[in-house]
């Protein structure tokens, strides 16, 4: 039986791929499963403080701008509307947040971190820490950087086509 590779595949060869073997056929599905593993490992992270999957960034977003309606919360993270609403109904049956009329005009709602919203923070913070050193665990500094640096290129590649597709339920 042959060798597998580092991603757990084997070659017909029997022999660990060469990572100059990797074409771009290789991007798409490595990128998507490097970002599942890390959403569950973030998520398995996240559960002893009771938030789900996508949760963390709704707090972290409202942590940084407290008060945001809701179509804004949705479009900083990138979710639709109908999306937001229902991880927002939740989250304020968890005690996460709380929705109240604005100041200003009343006709608009807005989304607010509740005192257990604010104490998550910094058990977000650190779960994603850990997630990140696990994930980056073999890799200099340098690295670091130029996978960010990468990523957020493959980012900004993506956004010019920008189709407005929802990435699914949090």
């Known amino acids: 039986m042959g060798k597998k590779h580092k991603d757990g595949k084997k070659s017909k060869s029997g022999k ?7 074409t771009l056929a290789d991007l ?5 499963q490097a970002a599942r593993s890390m959403r569950t490992v973030l998520t398995r992270n996240l559960t002893a403080s009771g938030l789900y999957a996508g949760q963390d960034g709704v707090i972290l977003a409202l942590a940084a701008s407290d008060g ?8 900083k993270l990138g979710v639709k509307a109908p999306t937001m609403t229902r991880t927002i109904g939740r989250m304020e049956a968890q005690g ?12 608009l709602t807005k989304v607010y971190l509740t005192e257990a919203g604010r104490n998550s923070v910094s058990e977000i913070e650190s779960s994603a820490a850990a997630c ?3 994930a980056t665990r073999g890799f ?7 996978l960010v640096r990468l ?11 920008d189709h407005d597709e929802d990435d699914g339920e949090f």
């Open 140 to 146: 200099s500094e340098k690295d670091v950087r130029s």
């Open 96 to 107: 996460f947040l709380e929705r109240r009329p604005d100041a200003e005009d009343a006709r």
């Open 132 to 134: 990140d050193e696990l």
């Open 68 to 75: 945001l309606p809701a179509g804004t919360l949705a479009q």
């Open 28 to 32: 798409s599905p490595a990128l998507t």
């Open 151 to 161: 990523l957020k290129a493959i980012e900004d590649n993506l956004h010019i086509g």
């Open 16 to 22: 660990k791929k060469d990572h100059s073997e990797y």
